[in-house]
Structure formats: structure tokens, C-alpha cells
């Protein structure tokens, strides 16, 4: 059983940074692809950035260069690292873990609030 636990959100103003982390249990994390969602009020969960098991990235249209996410297969942590930010960047925010036979797992976000 994998567990997800974030960290790293809160409260910024516009144009601030913050740095999110997920740290995964298990010893599947390197073999794994990882995600980084966010799901605003009243609005569908999409997808922020990902980092595959060899280390290539994708990241959502809306993120424009401003975020950038990276991995630590020693300490099975994946980071997305948020400068730029807009109130429109405003949602909680959700690590997701893609094992490699399928099974998903994820965490149980945490809230990122951009506003003056």
C-alpha cells in the first residue's frame, strides 16, 4: 500500500512562489510516473505537471512556464515548485502516483490560496 502526503501550500499573494511536496511510502516511487492535479471550487479536477519513471515532464497549457515539477527517487518525494502565481491558481492541489501494473493512488491535497 502506497500513502501520499502533501505539504507546502498556503496562503500567497499574486506574483508569490510556493513550493509543494509529496512525499510517498512503499518502495515503488522510482518505478513510478507522478502527477501533481488541482481541483478548484465547482470546477473539474485537471492536471497541473508530470514526471515519468525516467524523468520526463508534461505540464497542463495553463502553467505557461511558471511551474516546474522534479522528483527525489532517494527520499521518494516529488516537488512542483509554483512561481508566478495567479488568484486564478487558487484550488487544492493533489499528488498522484501511477504504479507501474495500474493502480492509482493519491493524496489528500492541500490548499493553495493566491490573493492580496
Known amino acids: 500500500q502506497v500513502q501520499l502526503v502533501e505539504s507546502g501550500g498556503g496562503l500567497v499573494q499574486p506574483g508569490g512562489s510556493l513550493r509543494l511536496s509529496c512525499a510517498a511510502s512503499?518502495?515503488?516511487?522510482?518505478?513510478?510516473?507522478m502527477a501533481w492535479y488541482r481541483q478548484a471550487t465547482g470546477k473539474q479536477r485537471e492536471l497541473v505537471a508530470l514526471?515519468?519513471?525516467?524523468?520526463?515532464?508534461n505540464y497542463g497549457d495553463f502553467v505557461k512556464g511558471r511551474f516546474t515539477i522534479s522528483r527525489d527517487n532517494a527520499k521518494k518525494t516529488v516537488y512542483l515548485q509554483m512561481n508566478s502565481l495567479e488568484p486564478e491558481d487558487t484550488a487544492a492541489y493533489y499528488c498522484?502516483?501511477?504504479?507501474?501494473?495500474?493502480?492509482?493512488?493519491w493524496g489528500q491535497g492541500t490548499q493553495v490560496t493566491v490573493s492580496s
Open positions: 498522484r502516483l501511477l504504479a507501474p501494473l495500474g493502480h492509482v493512488y
Open positions: 512503499g518502495n515503488i516511487f522510482s518505478m513510478s510516473n
Open positions: 514526471t515519468t519513471s525516467s524523468g520526463g515532464t
